[in-house]
């Protein structure tokens, strides 16, 4: 027979364990759900390192995190023959200074850079879920994806790559009669 502490101890336990669990619920809905934020820890996870799709051989991304005293705190990763490297933060922040020119409104939620080999994959991968990259579709010079609008952008100065920038659609405010 149990004692009234032990029956407390698993209540509470219970109790605990219900909260943890939909709390991590919560992160998952947030990008789904009306509020404007993507949780970024679902880009920064140990093991995106054993990520492996041996069709991409070279590819980019960023994210954006938060602005921290005037700063982009970004997440920066690349694919490299097939695999998943996180950059070190310095570069990763020097990356973004030279690409955006230190200006948070410039820069878009996420970024991505390949040859026009590697970027299907590369969005395809990233955005595992969607089914705007199935085989044989072309990359759209626009589409959305979950709250995000994503622009293709090629440039003869780019080397042949191909950059993605998908950023928050723009909210039109509320107007009541």
Request: net charge neutral; hydrophobic share 30%.
């Amino acid at each position: 027979m149990l004692s009234f502490s032990s029956t407390l101890k698993t209540l509470i336990t219970t109790i605990s364990l219900s909260g943890i669990v939909a709390g991590g619920g919560y992160s998952a809905v947030n990008l789904l759900g009306r509020e404007r934020g993507i949780d970024y820890a679902s880009f920064d996870m140990d093991d995106t390192s054993k990520k492996v799709n041996q069709k991409i051989t070279f590819a980019e991304y960023i994210t954006r995190d938060h602005v921290s005293n005037g700063k982009i705190n970004g997440i920066c990763k690349e694919w490299r023959n097939g695999k998943v490297v996180r950059l070190e933060q310095l570069e990763c922040e020097k990356k973004i200074k030279d690409k955006w020119n230190d200006s948070s409104e410039k820069q878009p939620e996420v970024w991505f850079r390949a040859d026009e080999k590697n970027i299907f994959e590369a969005l395809k991968e990233h955005f595992s879920s969607s089914k705007n990259f199935e085989e044989g579709q072309p990359i759209r010079e626009e589409w959305k994806e979950g709250g995000l609008t994503c622009k293709k952008k090629t440039e003869p100065s780019n080397e042949g790559k191909i950059e993605v920038n998908c950023s928050f659609e723009e909210t039109k405010p509320f107007v009541s009669n």
